[in-house]
């Protein structure tokens, strides 16, 4: 539940250089986390972080019984150490492709499926426990979403989540207030995103996350079918601002590009020190994490 929003800052941390593009990484900075469509990254929410370590949830896109829906990802130094699934309490989310933490709340998150609905989840390295359900206001059956996250401000929780879009059908954002006791949102605003890049077989918005001065950051992906090719790229979109309590969404027509991520569709991101921790659904090739720019 919702106790404190102090210090929430903490938990969006912002890249060191936000003016910087990064150089496209070499295919062997990538870290597999297991083999197959079963084992790949649809979103990803970090637990914590310090120079040496960092802790992070991990979820997926499988949609029968007994497949994984969310694994505990740690790193050393950079390094891969473990990715442990979790036993799943509740009812069972289908197609998984979103997580996020929610600040204040130490251990509890919203993860969101492709379909608009959503689960308020307790998640500890014992395993993750439902606490409610919920779905985006003014879903369609005909969208997909793929991205959540949540700013403090002025007491208050918003959020932002995204339809990706697909090819010449721009993205689309919404953003409302947040209620986190009721799983309830206030009046959404809209705004459309178009990615630069990649230029074909694109999903505009692959995954979204706030930092906690409002710049939302995306990933854009690539997606030929299960064996690829892909390609990915991660931009600075827009900002989430609030004023006297009500929430203003803005676009940037000129996205800034943070990075390119050829040969992965990176569905999953979040911001750790100095850069960024990513993730990969490669359908047949698995799931795959990268860390670059700290």
Partial sequence: M???LVGAVSLALVLASPGAAMAAPDQADW????????????????VDATPEATEAIIVRDNKKD?????????LRQGQVTGAEPLDWQGELPVDLEAIEAIPGSPG????????????????????????GTFELPDRADDENYEGFGLLAAEGRLFA??????????????????????????????TQEFRAPYPTKDVRHVSDLKLRADGRIVVSSA??????????????????????????RLTIDQE????????????????????????????????????????
């Avoid at 870290?31 to 970090?46: H, W």
């Avoid at 932002?160 to 986190?180: H, I, N, Q």
Wanted: include cysteine.
């Fill in 66 to 74: 007994g497949e994984n829906r969310a694994s505990w990802l740690s």
């Fill in 108 to 131: 509890e998150y919203i993860a969101l499926a492709s379909d608009g609905s959503a689960c308020h989840v307790r998640i500890d390295r014992s395993g993750a426990t439902v606490l």
């Fill in 222 to 247: 690539s997606d030929s079918g299960d064996d690829g090719p892909f390609d990915s790229a991660v931009f600075a979109a827009g900002t989430l601002t609030v004023d006297d309590g009500e929430p």
């Fill in 160 to 189: 932002v989540w995204a339809e990706r879009g697909e090819d010449d059908r721009p993205a689309t954002l919404r953003a409302a207030e947040f209620d986190e006791e009721r799983l309830e949102f206030g009046e959404a605003q």
């Fill in 255 to 294: 996205p800034e590009r943070l990075g390119e991520f050829p040969g992965h569709k990176v569905e999953a991101l979040i911001e750790v020190g100095g850069g960024l921790l990513l993730g990969s659904d490669d359908e047949n090739a698995g799931g795959s994490v990268l860390t670059t720019g700290s």
């Fill in 31 to 46: 870290q597999p986390v297991g083999d197959g469509t079963k084992s790949g990254i649809s979103g990803i929410a970090l």
């Fill in 2 to 4: 919702h106790r404190s």
